[in-house]
């Protein structure tokens, strides 16, 4: 995806006082050209205030590449085909706020969705982070279906950091991170670590069995996905996205959901102001006003993340 349009650009201007006390020169040309490259590359709209963000973000790639200014290291970024790179910094722009069954109120409906769908049901996490969606959604699947039969079922689960996939995909939190369970379901789907592993929990394998972890840019003209879902969840993702980008995303999840399907949102986002092609449910849950009649093209067998 391309920008649609380009900031002037005074190249003349004085730095800011923040910036004179700064490592590097940070000028209003270099944040235009990072706001034009994340968008690019992954359809995110960084807004004026998040100048500071990017910023303190960004300077740690410079001092990783041994580079002396932002315009040195965009310049190499855009001339080369270095995917390490271009995945390094846009791993630095994402923001991964994320907690076991956050925005609580979805689970419930998920759980009585899923028991009147024809089984196995499959879900897409399409912002997994760190993993607290994607397993808090294994773990309603097997309240609500038992074990056995949530075993037939699939968590696909993708997002655009391969750094925050790698630790979704170990699926060991902190004591921290989980306090907010009920001692029921700690005991019923984590292992408490002893000894090193001392103050650390992991998803159990029956819960980690269910999710399937990969990398995906969700501005990408092609998912390449196999099967279509029952429910799709992206949460707190669009509000990222200008308009444009957001209504070609929707437009992209129609043909992969299966008739009756639902769509879960965050709790900021509306989407009829988007497309006509969702209906809100409920509270920030929508589903098609349409069955559409797509199929998915073929493509290969979905793979989990590389660690």
Request: hydrophobic content about 40%.
């Amino acid at each position: 995806m391309t920008a649609t349009r380009q900031a002037r650009i005074d190249t003349t201007e004085r730095p800011r006082t923040s910036d004179v006390e700064r490592d590097f020169e940070f000028t209003s040309a270099d944040f235009a050209r990072i706001r034009e490259l994340i968008h690019r590359r992954a359809g995110i709209s960084l807004s004026d205030h998040k100048r500071d963000m990017a910023y303190s973000r960004l300077a740690r790639r410079l001092r990783a590449c041994g580079i002396d200014t932002f315009r040195q290291y965009l310049d190499r970024l855009e001339a080369s085909n270095d995917s390490a790179e271009w995945e390094a910094f846009v791993n630095a722009l994402t923001t991964n706020l994320t907690a076991f069954f956050r925005e609580s109120h979805h689970f419930p409906i998920l759980a009585d969705f899923v028991k009147r769908r024809q089984q196995p049901v499959s879900v897409w996490c399409s912002a997994a982070s760190t993993g607290e969606e994607p397993y808090s959604i294994a773990m309603t699947l097997i309240e609500a279906l038992g074990e056995q039969a949530a075993r037939q079922c699939t968590v696909f689960s993708t997002d655009i950091d391969s750094q925050v996939l790698a630790k979704a995909d170990a699926g060991v939190y902190s004591l921290d991170q989980v306090k907010q369970l009920s001692p029921e379901r700690l005991k019923r789907f984590f292992l408490k670590g002893t000894g090193a592993h001392a103050g650390l929990v992991k998803v159990r394998p029956e819960v980690r069995a269910l999710v399937k972890f990969e990398r995906l840019n969700l501005t990408d003209t092609n998912y390449n996905l196999k099967n279509p879902f029952d429910a799709i969840f992206c949460r707190n993702v669009m509000i990222y996205f200008d308009k444009p980008t957001q209504a070609q995303v929707l437009s992209r999840f129609e043909p992969l959901m299966k008739p009756g399907a639902l769509l879960f949102a965050g709790h900021s986002e509306n989407f009829t102001y988007v497309t006509q092609a969702f209906k809100l449910r409920g509270q920030t849950v929508y589903e098609m006003t349409r069955d559409l009649k797509v199929q998915p093209k073929p493509a290969r067998a979905l793979a989990g993340a590389d660690a």
